[in-house]
């Protein structure tokens, strides 16, 4: 551990999807992400997910948990809304409670893998890209459920936006 690199560090190529050899193309950053989950074993794989836990950044000023979409999937309180005012740019905002670092772990996937992409490349994220990260044996199934309920409330935010 202690190796990864920082979203700063993924940012050169937000264009283009990443072909993988798993399944359907992903955004090159989250492309990434599921490569280093993939080179980890058990513990370390939940190790990771803490570590990006305290990688989400906060809220920007002004913004509100209660002016975004709660997950109810999410074990604990969790909050997304998506900023589609520039389709070839969306941005993603997550609030969730420090006490729950496997959700935020979850969040801050999300965030480094598809924020600042365009509106149709988030759109065609496969919804069990999850399943890549191979988390199944280190995360019960319920919090895996999140992780693929914030995707589907991202997409449907893009969709239900102006342009959408």
């Known amino acids: 551990m202690g190796q ?3 979203g700063a560090d993924r ?7 990443a072909v993988t050899s798993s399944g359907p193309a992903l955004p090159p950053r989250l492309a990434e992400l599921v490569e280093e989950f993939g080179e980890l074993e058990g513990a370390d794989k939940l190790t990771l997910l803490l570590e990006l836990s305290d990688e989400l950044p906060p809220l920007p000023d002004g913004m509100e948990a209660a ?3 709660q997950v109810p999937e999410c074990q604990t309180p969790l909050y997304v809304t998506v900023d589609a005012s520039d389709p070839t740019s969306v941005h993603l905002h997550f609030q ?24 149709e490349t988030v759109l065609a994220v496969p ?15 319920l919090r895996l459920r999140g992780l693929s309920a914030m995707l589907t409330r991202i997409k449907r935010q893009l969709r239900a936006a102006p342009g959408g």
């Open 11 to 17: 940012d050169g190529d937000r264009a283009g999807i």
């Open 127 to 141: 919804e069990d890209f999850s399943t890549r990260l191979g988390l199944a044996q280190t995360v019960s199934p």
């Open 67 to 69: 002016d975004m979409e």
């Open 96 to 119: 969730a409670p420090a006490e729950a670092p496997t959700t935020r772990g979850f969040a801050a996937i999300l965030h480094q893998g598809l924020d600042g992409e365009s509106r």
């Open 4 to 6: 990864r690199r920082t």
